[in-house]
């Protein structure tokens, strides 16, 4: 039946409506809604559909597809929605107006699949922002069982065409919702790095805060540790992840953005050869598309905010504007490196205070003692009773190794607490054998043990002293263990205890010949000495070392 005036105007004043209302909506979801459903209204189609197409290498593919006149028990026997392929490809690859009879009988067309309701007529438009095409609309089955006629493709290119600048401003709305979250979340962070909280818990932030803005499914950072390696330190979206996990800076794509200093973007890393050591390759196998920013200061690059998508959620990746990120992971960059400047500031602070300290033990607390000791000593000479030249001589003695005791503490208070030198090793392996022993080791020290340079004699050291020390333990049934490590020209450990000995076949196998070979590879001796009074340990080895000034 042909169309009346008054059914045109009728019709006009829908399309009409329909743009006004689809104006004051500035949420992209309900717009594309809106759309599909004023669409089948003005052409009065049974079924509508709006395919969006991808972006990248996904653009000759439909990322979502809105549907209306499909009941919910319809969906699910068609199962999976269209990905673009036959005649809604058709239209994808050649974006025109197409109206069908029946689109069973257009060449391109591969059928409906099973449980698919029938559709005989079609009318396809695409939507366009500017001069790109976003997505098609799709129409089939006229109500009154005949053909979409010209008047209908009129009707739906208009409103097509008002679709198009109101999806916009809609993306444009949602972009600029966006970048108000980045930079909210940029100055949350800010504040987290430069205030109280706890570096790892800033970091953490710094990962859940990106992974909620940018919809990803993981997140995490990873920090330069050095020329070769990338350690990642946080992931957010991933509980049961074991942290750190180290890369190489070689083969990896995240190293490739710290090398570059610029972002990465990958569709897929599970096909991408590059991403062979990256942990959502290897451990999170179902993240698909990843964007990897540099975490940038004026001295380089710190790190990497790694941002991973599941593939169903391709869209949330394409929606992310890369430079956001980014900007993101460079203020939280330049805090990382403020709070570091911060903390080391704190340190020189104390390290002042301990200098400070250390000079006046040595300037006035030791000379005073030697003082002391010398006028003691020359009393010492001119005592008539022989106990009291004894006791003053034992005094001597003492003042002598509190002196000794007072320089031990110097070097320590110039050493950072967490310092990793051997002289720090060592004092950790007593204190480790404490629970075993029952009690904990006496431990000497004396020379520049913390200056040894070479890893060999370092590491040969502290086995020997652990298995000394376990020996002790498990065999010795000792009440007191005493450790003298002394670095001259050798560097020489011995270990004594006041227990019952050791079985005479331990003196010559077993872990004691053990020490007895590391000794000798270094060109060193090693000698026991165990009776039913204890047994007494003695590992030397040649040591060349820079004496420190601060020992000497």
Not at 71 to 94: C, M, N, S, V, Y
Not at 180 to 208: F, H, K, M, P, Y
Not at 430 to 453: H, K, Q, W, Y
Not at 489 to 500: A, F, Q, S
Request: charge should be negative; hydrophobic fraction near 45%.
């Amino acid at each position: 039946m042909p169309e009346t005036a008054g059914d045109t105007a009728q019709r006009l004043q829908l399309l009409l409506d329909a743009v006004v209302g689809l104006a004051g909506d500035l949420s992209l979801d309900s717009v594309l809604e809106s759309i599909v459903r004023t669409a089948s209204e003005l052409a009065d189609a049974k079924y509508a559909a709006l395919g969006v197409l991808g972006t990248g290498r996904e653009r000759r593919r439909l990322q979502s597809f809105v549907t209306h006149g499909l009941t919910a028990e319809q969906k699910a026997r068609i199962g999976q929605l269209p990905r673009g392929h036959g005649l809604l490809g058709e239209l994808i690859d050649h974006p025109e107006s197409l109206r069908l009879h029946d689109l069973a009988d257009h060449p391109a067309s591969h059928g409906l699949p099973a449980g698919h309701p029938p559709m005989r007529s079609f009318l396809g438009v695409p939507i366009r922002i500017r001069d790109k095409v976003f997505g098609n609309l799709y129409l089939t089955e006229k109500a009154d069982g005949g053909d979409f006629t010209e008047q209908d493709e009129t009707l739906v290119v208009a409103l097509a065409a008002a679709a198009g600048v109101v999806i916009e401003n809609a993306r444009l709305y949602a972009e600029s919702e966006r970048r108000e979250r980045w930079l909210s979340a940029t100055a949350e962070i800010t504040g987290l790095l430069l205030g109280q909280a706890d570096r790892n818990e800033a970091l953490q932030a710094v990962a859940d805060r990106a992974r909620e803005i940018a919809g990803a499914d993981l997140t995490s950072v990873a920090l330069r540790r050095s020329d070769t390696e990338i350690e990642i330190q946080i992931m957010s979206g991933a509980p049961d992840a074991r942290l750190p996990i180290r890369l190489p800076v070689q083969g990896s794509l995240a190293g490739l953005v710290v090398t570059s200093g610029e972002p990465v973007i990958v569709e897929d890393v599970r096909r991408d050869p590059r991403a062979v050591n990256e942990l959502m390759a290897s451990r999170q196998g179902s993240v698909g598309p990843a964007i990897m920013v540099p975490m940038r200061t004026h001295g380089g690059v710190e790190g990497v905010l790694v941002l991973g998508w599941r593939p169903e959620h391709m869209r949330a990746f394409h929606a992310v504007d890369v430079e956001l990120p980014q900007r993101f992971a460079d203020q939280a960059a330049l805090a990382l490196q403020v709070d570091q400047a911060r903390v080391d500031h704190a340190k020189v602070v104390v390290f002042e205070d301990r200098d400070r300290i250390g000079r006046d033990l040595h300037d006035l607390v030791i000379q005073r003692l030697f003082a002391i000791g010398l006028s003691l000593d020359n009393t010492g000479r001119m005592a008539e009773q022989p106990p009291t030249a004894e006791r003053i001589s034992q005094a001597v003695d003492d003042i002598d190794a509190t002196i000794k005791d007072i320089r031990r503490s110097i070097f320590q208070l110039s050493a950072p607490s967490d310092s990793l030198d051997l002289r720090a090793t060592l004092a950790r392996v007593v204190d480790e054998a404490a629970p075993t022993l029952g009690f904990r080791a006496a431990l000497t020290i004396n020379g520049p043990v913390a200056s040894v340079a070479d890893p060999e004699v370092s590491d040969n050291v502290v086995a020997v002293l652990r298995e000394a020390l376990s020996n002790a333990a498990r065999h010795a049934r000792a009440t007191a263990v005493d450790v003298h490590i002394d670095a001259g020209d050798d560097l020489l450990l011995e270990v004594r205890d006041n227990g019952c000995g050791l079985p005479a076949e331990l003196v010559h196998r077993g872990g004691l010949q053990n020490l007895r070979e590391r000794a000798e590879q270094l060109g060193g001796s090693f000698t026991v000495s165990s009776s039913a009074e204890g047994t007494s340990v003695s590992w030397s080895v040649p040591l060349r070392v820079a004496v420190s000034s601060v020992e000497a």
